[in-house]
C-alpha cells in the first residue's frame, strides 16, 4: 500500500483554542481515510499548544491519530539557555516529532547548517521524529546553485546520523522564495527535479538506505496545484502552509490526492 504524508506548520498564527479546534475537525474530517489508508498526518502548532494538541489528538482519534510536532528545539538537554525548550521538555508532554532548519529560522535568526546539524542528531538521539528543512533563496536560484546549496545543507545537517535512525528522518524542500504570503509557487517540474537532486544526496550518504528517506514538498502548495506536485515522482508527501490552515481545506486536499 501506497503510504502518504501531509504536514503543515502553523507558524506563529494559531494559539491554543484555535488549534485545539483545528485540529478536532481535522481528526474527524479526516478519520476515515486514515483508517482505510496508509496516511503520516502531522500538524506542528506554537509550543504553547502542544500539549492541548496531543490530548485533542488523542482524544478524537485513537487509530493513527495525527502527529504533533514542534517547531524547533535547543540541542541540549538542559542548561543555561534562556528562552529555549530543550528535547527532554518535548519529550516530557509527548510531542512525536520537531522540525529543524525551517527558512524563516536560518534566515530570520541566523541559523547555520552546523547548528541544525546538532538539532537533528539530538533529536533523532531522543527517538523523535526529525524533519530537516532545506532550499534555497531567489538570489541562489538566479544563479544557478540551488542543487550546490541542497547538497551542502543536507551533507553538513545530516553529517554523523547513523543508518539505524534514517526511519525517523524526513526532508522537507522549501524553496525560501515560495514560502509565504508573497511567495512564487515552484512548478511540479522544477521541484520534481529539486526532489531529484536531494535523493541523489541522500543515496550518496547512506546507500541504497537513503532511497526510503521520505521528501516532502512545501512552499505554496493549494488546492489547485497540490495534486500535480504530488504526482511527481521524487515527491513523497506535501509540506502545506496557509492553505492547511483550515482544516476543511485541508481535509479536501488529501482526499483529492488519496482518492484520485
Known amino acids: 500500500m501506497k503510504k502518504y504524508y501531509f504536514g503543515t ?17 481535522l481528526s474527524e474530517l479526516t478519520h476515515d481515510i486514515r483508517a482505510n489508508n496508509d496516511i503520516e498526518l502531522f500538524v506542528i502548532p506554537s509550543y504553547t499548544a502542544i500539549q492541548s494538541a496531543i490530548q485533542t489528538t488523542l482524544a478524537t482519534s485513537h487509530d493513527n491519530p495525527i502527529i504533533i510536532g514542534a517547531q524547533n528545539m535547543n540541542p541540549n538537554d538542559n542548561g543555561q539557555y534562556t ?13 512525536q516529532l520537531v522540525m529543524i532548519g525551517h527558512s524563516e529560522r536560518r534566515h530570520k535568526f541566523g541559523e547555520t547548517d552546523r547548528q541544525e546539524n546538532e538539532k537533528v542528531l539530538s533529536a533523532l538521539k531522543h527517538d523523535l521524529t526529525t524533519l530537516l528543512c532545506v ?12 542543487d550546490e ?3 551542502t545543507q543536507l551533507k553538513i545537517g545530516l553529517s554523523g546520523i547513523n543508518t ?29 527535479e529539486k526532489h531529484a537532486v536531494i535523493k541523489q544526496c541522500l543515496i550518496e550518504l547512506f546507500g541504497d538506505a537513503g532511497k526510503d528517506i521520505p521528501v516532502f514538498y512545501g512552499g505554496s502548495v493549494n488546492a489547485e496545484n497540490s495534486n500535480e506536485l504530488f504526482g511527481q515522482q521524487y515527491i513523497d508527501g506535501l509540506f502545506i502552509g496557509r492553505s492547511a490552515w483550515d ?14
Open 164 to 192: 539505524n535512525q534514517l526511519a525517523k528522518l524526513r526532508i522537507a524542500y522549501e524553496p525560501v522564495w515560495a514560502i509565504g504570503e508573497s511567495g512564487i509557487p515552484a512548478t511540479a517540474d522544477y521541484a520534481n
Open 135 to 146: 532550499g534555497e533563496t531567489l538570489e541562489q536560484k538566479n544563479y544557478n546553485i540551488s
Open 149 to 151: 546549496v541542497l547538497r
Open 9 to 25: 506548520n502553523l507558524k506563529m498564527y494559531k494559539g491554543i483554542a484555535d488549534t485545539t479546534r483545528f485540529l478536532a475537525q
Open 247 to 260: 482544516a476543511e481545506n485541508f481535509f479536501k486536499i488529501i482526499e483529492r490526492i488519496v482518492n484520485k
Open 83 to 95: 528562552g529555549d525548550i530543550s528535547p527532554l521538555m518535548l519529550k516530557e508532554i509527548g510531542t
